[in-house]
Each structure stands twice: as C-alpha cells, then as structure tokens.
C-alpha cells in the first residue's frame, strides 16, 4: 500500500518549495477600494446619527417657521414646471392654479353644508389660509353631528363616515396647497427615492437618440442608466444623474428664484410685488443661513469622526465639538467660495461686455477681445469641471488636514484633475452601496415599527374589541395606523378624534417623527462618511500618503497607530 509523500520531491537537486497555509489576508490592502464598505459601520454611530438627527430637527423645524410665515403657496404640479417647462408656461400655470383654486375653494363652501355669508364668499376664497380653518370646521361639525344623530351607529358605519371625512380633507388640502418647505421637501424626497430606483435598476444597453419611424435609433450612444436615454434635458429625466441634478440643482434653485411669492399674481400692485419680493428673499436667506451652519457643524463632526477613525483613534464627543466649532467659519465659507468665484467671474465679463451694445463699434470691439472672454469661460468651465467631483471632497479635507478654505478647494479640486476616473468610480461605487445600505435601514425602522405596532395594538386594542371613540377603528389605529414600507408615515385622521385621542397622537407623532427622520439621519451620515473614505483613497493614490495620516495627531500617536496598522497583506505559516 502506497502512502502519500508529505512534502513534494526535490526538483534538479535543489530543495523542495516549503508549503504556506493562507491563514489571513487584509482585504483593504488587496481591494483598496472596500475601504468604502467601512462607511456604513461608521454612519450608524450613535455620535453620526444624533448630529444629522440635530442638523434635520433644526432645519425641519426653520422650514415649518417659514411655512407658518407664508401660509400655503404651492400647489401640486408647480415645482416640475419650473423645472421642465419654459419659464413663461410656469408664470400661465401660476395665474391659471391661484384662479382655479379660488373656484373649487367657492365650489367647496356651496357643496360642504355649512351656510356662509356673502362676505365669507368673497373674502374665504382669496384667503387659503382662513378658507382651510372655516372648512375643516364645518366638516368636523357635520361629522360628529352626524355621528350624534345615530348614536346606535356600527363600527363598520363608523369606519365609512371616518373614511369620507378624511377624503373630504384631503381634497381640502390638495386644493388649498402646501407651505414652501413642505413643497420642496415632498419635491426632494421623491427625487431621492426615484434616485434610489435608477441606481438600482439592472444596467441596460439602450441606443441614446430620438428614434424615428422604423424604430431605429440616430445618434446612437451607450448608457446603462447613468444619463438619459433620449435626447432631452438633463433634468427631470428618469436617470441617476438627471435625479441628482434634480436635487442638488432644480429643487434648491426652485427655492431661491421659482417660489410663487417672486412672481405677481393677479390683483397684486407693483408695490406689493416688490414688498412680498423683499420679504420672501429675506426670510429664505435666513432659512438658507440657519440650513447652512446645521448641515456645517453635522459635516464637521461626521467628517472629523469618520477621520479619527480611520487613523484608529478613538473619537470622543467633546473632542468632534471643539473641532467642529474652531472651523466651522471654514466649513460654512469653503463651499460658498467656488460660487462666489463663479458669479463674480460673470459679473466681470458682463461689465466687459457692455462696450459690445455700443452702434457699430460694439461689434468690433467684442470681435477684437473675443478671447478675454473665451479666458474667462476657461476660467468658469475649470471651476464648474472641479465642483462636480470636488464639491464632495471639500469637507473630508477640511476635516483631515485642519486646513483653510482655500487650501480645501485646491486640493479638492486637484485631486479630481489628478485622478478623474477613479474618482468617478469611487464615486460610483459609493452610491450604489448607500443606495443598498439605506433601503436596509428604512426596512429595518419598517420591521421596528410594523412590531411595535403589532405587539402594542393587541393590548391597547384588546384584540379587536376596543374601538377610538368616533372613528370605528381600533384605539391604536385612530391615533396611529399601521406602516407600510416604503411610506412610514401614514396619513393620520386628525380630525376624528376625541380630545385624548388628539393629545396622545400628537405625542406618538413626535416620536414617530423622530424614529422616521433616523432615515434622513443616515443618508447625511454616510455622505460624509463616505466621502471621506474616497477622499483618504484619492488622496493615497495621488500624493502616497497613508490613510492614517490624519493632521492634528501627535506624533507618538501618530507612530504607535501606523506601526499597529502597518500589517504586510497576507499572513502566511509554513506547513512542515
């Protein structure tokens, strides 16, 4: 019987091959890129979260101060108009919508069975506001009389009289409108969830041009659902950069030039218009200002807690937070500065440019200079080309040299000129896990709330037989309905309710609402986690300094961590 060498024979007199066993290998070594992957353990720290949860809270709280200021002044449909139509259809669609409303508020009042004055129909239909109060007054009343009057009413009956008086005041709402933050903020977060549908619809081959009738193509190009399949505008298309160009681009300019109070409306005087101009940029500056330090002094913890760690040191609170004051003038001013570079280019050549209107002379004075000019769109064309992949990286800069804004936007800018297309990959890369990383944490709050609400509904509900007091629902149903993935706020009958029933629901809101915006919370979490993975990576692959090599760490840390990290890629053991 034969037995199986444990070493293999000698090859031309020279010693066999020793045999290693692969025991460990360091991935982020081999695959520098799944330094990424660490992303989403770092975004889901307490400390990350509860800073985006704080930026969220006060910018969702300045955005309802705005609403209550303004009242109801978008109506459905208006902000893919100003995005997708010319600027003339959008100012008819505005005359057009506050016309019609004025209508349906009128039709509302004969059809809602409460009797009104003349003066209640020519003032209420002008006046969104108090025309909302008076109608949800005279539905609740004509709801509960109606529940008084049969008092025997089954909780089937009862289900049916609830369920009318909420689709009443949906109609309400929808006819009325909503605030300006709430606009933009339903306009975002449908943006962001059809983002999250494009990044994750399998990449097809589609032939990119207008196809004509025999159904082929012309200007043939590949895509796979990164940019549009047709020849149209960038925005508003169904690809994943026309949805990011909807949200960081369509929705915020919207905000700032395209909110109805910028354009006259009918009755309204010169004078007026000028005063509701004044007021509203006013109070959208100070939106905007109070928006821009939460989302800086967020960034800054995020992005110095996510550094600290990559260089293996712990990150303690009360270190973030002087960190984050000390430079948060840089961290609010760094993003600023390429705008205002940009806007004050254009100025310059505008100013330029005025000698061009002069008869005869401007022509050829505009012909002679043409390439002062062409110098000062080369100029803009650098600055946009290292917005849109610099912009990204200026706050992981910030955070890991401890530098200044204007060393944050040379380098930021830099390293996308040094390494353009592995920048985009990263980039790339990183949506795609977050995409994938935040529809695990919206289905894990899913799985959180569909279980308290199961567990805690058989004994508020006394399984099925304790009902609210009017709306013939369960107890726990009146004041909270059951979630459904993918809409975890569901709508809340408000006006069904007794006076309990109202106090308790608005306590259970602002807890939902917490628990719910911990969806947001993460999405700003790992942006700046991830980002600042990327920035480590680009920034190793163009200047060769580790990612451990964070500024502001003494030098004894500094050695003590690298010599700790400095493992060789694999760990092998001879086998005798």
């Known amino acids: 019987m034969s037995s199986v060498p444990s070493r293999p024979p000698a090859i031309n007199d020279q010693p066999p091959p020793r045999q290693y066993v692969l025991r460990f290998a360091q991935w982020e070594s081999i695959f520098e890129f799944s330094r990424i992957f660490r992303s989403f353990r770092q975004a889901i720290q307490p400390t990350c979260l509860l800073a985006a949860l704080a930026a969220i809270t006060i910018i969702y709280t300045s955005g309802r101060l705005l609403d209550l200021v303004w009242g109801p002044q978008v109506l459905p449909g208006e902000i893919t108009a100003y995005v997708s139509a010319p600027q003339s259809y ?3 669609l505005l005359q057009s919508n506050r016309n019609a409303r004025v209508a349906q508020l009128s039709e509302l009042m004969e059809t809602c069975g409460e009797p009104f ?27 509960f009389s109606r529940l008084q009057a049969a008092p025997r009413m089954s909780a089937a009956e009862r289900r049916i009289a609830t369920g009318r008086l909420q689709s009443k005041m949906r109609v309400l ?81 919207w905000l700032v030039a395209g909110a109805p109070p910028l354009y006259r409306m009918p ?62 003038f840089t961290f609010i001013l760094t993003p600023l500065l390429p705008f205002l570079t940009i806007l004050g280019t254009g100025l310059v050549l505008t100013l330029l440019a005025l000698p061009g209107a002069i008869p005869f002379l401007g022509e050829i ?9 062409l110098l000062g769109g080369f100029l803009v064309m650098l600055m946009l080309l290292g917005l849109l992949g610099g912009f990204m990286l200026m706050y992981p800069t910030i955070a890991a040299e401890d530098s200044d804004s204007f060393d944050a936007i040379s380098r930021s800018f830099s390293y996308v000129y040094a390494a353009p297309w592995r920048l985009a990959f990263y980039s790339l890369l990183g949506l795609v896990y977050g995409v994938i990383t935040n529809l695990f944490v919206s289905f894990a709050l899913f799985l959180l709330l569909a279980a ?57 809101y602002f807890w939902l609402f917490l628990t719910i915006s911990l969806i947001g919370a993460y999405t700003i979490s790992y942006f700046f986690c991830a980002n600042s993975a990327i920035y480590l990576l680009i920034r190793r692959h163009v200047d060769g300094q580790p990612p451990e090599d964070i500024a502001d760490i003494p030098a004894a840390t500094q050695a003590v961590v690298q010599s700790s990290l400095a493992t060789p890629t694999t760990a092998a053991t001879p086998s005798s």
């Open 90 to 92: 959008y100012r008819q």
């Open 452 to 508: 308290t609400h199961l567990f805690l509904g058989w004994g508020m509900n006394l399984f099925g037989h304790v009902h609210g007091w009017y709306s013939g629902e369960g107890k726990l149903d009146t004041i909270w309905p059951a979630p459904v993935f993918g809409h975890l706020s569901p709508h809340i009958n408000w006006w069904a309710m007794s006076g309990s029933e109202f106090l308790g629901a608005q306590a259970l």
């Open 117 to 143: 004055s003349l003066a209640d129909y020519k003032t209420l239909p002008t006046s969104p506001r108090l025309a909302y109060a008076r109608l949800c007054s005279a539905y609740e009343k004509n709801y």
């Open 267 to 328: 009755g309204e005087t010169g004078l007026s218009l000028w005063l509701h101009r004044g007021a509203y940029v006013l109070s959208i500056g100070a939106f905007l200002v109070i928006s821009l330090i939460a989302i800086a002094l967020a960034g800054a913890v995020i992005s110095r807690r996510a550094m600290l760690t990559s260089a293996g040191r712990p990150a303690d609170w009360p270190v973030l937070w002087r960190f984050a004051r000390r430079k948060l």
């Open 173 to 253: 709402r929808q006819t009325v409108g909503t605030g300006i933050f709430a606009g933009f903020l339903r306009y975002e977060t449908r943006r962001f969830s059809v983002l999250c549908a494009n990044t994750l619809r399998p990449l097809t081959i589609v032939p990119a041009g207008n196809r004509g009738t025999a159904g082929f193509a012309s200007n043939l190009a590949i895509t796979g659902n990164l940019l549009p399949a047709q020849r149209r505008s960038m925005l508003t298309s169904p690809s994943v950069v026309g949805s990011i160009a909807d949200m960081v681009w369509a929705g915020p300019v």
């Open 365 to 373: 004075f505009i012909g002679v200079f043409f390439v002062l000019f």
